[in-house]
T-cell receptor, first 113, second 112 residues
């Protein structure tokens, strides 16, 4: 069974641009969560999607948004990029909403210049 | 915010030694997960503990969930270089939501 896949793996953008990251969950998993990992703050929860609906949201500004498609694939978007948005963005899938066993993808390394 | 403090933050030991990593919080969690992460990769789930006082063994790794479900420990026996990595604990809130609160991490280096 294939794991969680994330594309692209690496991305370089400049301040003010926007970016879209993609995540394909494990087959059969219907919940997708997104996390941001930085050296200073560690892993922080961004949001969770289940059945194409955002079920939970972390403490991030509105520049961070996401969506989920009917096939459970998910995208997250960051608009008006700031230097501080440089991070590893991780997607995790689980079988259902509130199923706490989450399986992570390899992440997308975003660098904002 | 439900904070999880891990200790120690860094650990460098010789191959064959034993070690324990601690994960502590003032909050109660419905479950707690342990992950290992290698550079440039996502965290890999090692174990989930759900019941207070629960002990789970995974080969040379022993995981324990505190009786009050506020803390956990990970013990590694006879550490090997392949155990090197960042160990993260993560607690699931009692609200039923799926947002894990991650610990500060313990970076383990096992020297051959």
């Amino acid at each position: 069974k294939a794991g969680v896949t994330q594309t692209p793996r690496y991305l370089i953008k400049t301040r003010g641009q926007q970016v879209t990251l993609s995540c394909s969950p494990i087959s059969g998993h219907r919940s997708v969560s997104w996390y941001q990992q930085t050296p200073g703050q560690g892993l922080q929860f961004l949001f969770e999607y289940f059945s194409e609906t955002q079920r939970n949201k972390g403490n991030f500004p509105g520049r961070f948004s996401g969506r989920q498609f009917s096939n459970s694939r998910s995208e997250m978007n960051v608009s008006t990029l700031e230097l501080g948005d440089s991070a590893l963005y991780l997607c995790a899938s689980s079988r259902a909403w509130a199923d706490n066993e989450q399986f992570f993808g390899p992440g997308t390394r975003l660098t904002v210049l | 915010t439900q904070l999880l403090e891990q200790s120690p933050q860094f650990l460098s030991i010789q191959e064959g030694e034993n070690l324990t990593v601690y994960c502590n919080s003032s909050s109660v969690f419905s479950s707690l997960q342990w992950y290992r992460q290698e550079p440039g990769e996502g965290p890999v789930l090692l174990v989930t503990v759900v019941t207070g006082g629960e002990v789970k063994k995974l080969k040379r790794l022993t995981f324990q969930f505190g009786d009050a479900r506020k803390d956990s420990s990970l013990h590694i026996t006879a550490a090997q270089p392949g155990d090197t990595g960042l160990y993260l604990c993560a607690g699931a809130p009692q609200t039923g939501a799926n947002n894990l609160f991650f610990g500060t991490g313990t970076r383990l280096t096992v020297i051959p």
